[in-house]
């Protein structure tokens, strides 16, 4: 079974740039047909999509983050990250990590806040 662990800073200042590490354990983050995504949810609202890495390495955005969003992944360690820059409280969530959408991460809040 994939699980999958979120890492990171509770608590980012304003303009600062929010980076997360997705740790995967159970299965590779390069096999076939597994795309890892970031998700987030703020507070009262619903689930956002963040984006996306495929098992290729081949990445893709919600086009209303693209400008401040990268994913990357290190298959040495078998992880996958999030930056997302120039954060503002808006940005403040719960941000997930999940593989095709059915094997999810517990969440970490993240808060934007100076």
């Known amino acids: 079974q994939v699980q999958l662990q979120e890492s990171g800073p509770g608590l980012v200042k304003p303009s600062q740039t929010l980076s997360l590490t997705c740790t995967v354990s159970?299965?590779?983050?390069?096999?076939?047909?597994?795309?890892w995504n970031w998700i987030r949810q703020p507070p009262g609202k619903g689930l956002e999509w963040i984006g996306v890495i495929q098992y290729s390495g081949s990445t893709y955005y919600n086009s209303s983050l693209k400008s401040r969003t990268s994913i990357s992944r290190d298959t040495s360690k078998n992880l996958f990250t999030l930056q997302l820059s120039s954060v503002t409280p808006e940005d403040t969530a719960v941000y997930y990590c999940?593989?095709?959408?059915?094997?999810w991460g517990q969440g970490t809040q993240v808060t934007v806040s100076s």
């Open positions: 999940t593989t095709n959408l059915y094997y």
């Open positions: 159970g299965g590779s983050i390069t096999t076939n047909h597994y795309y």
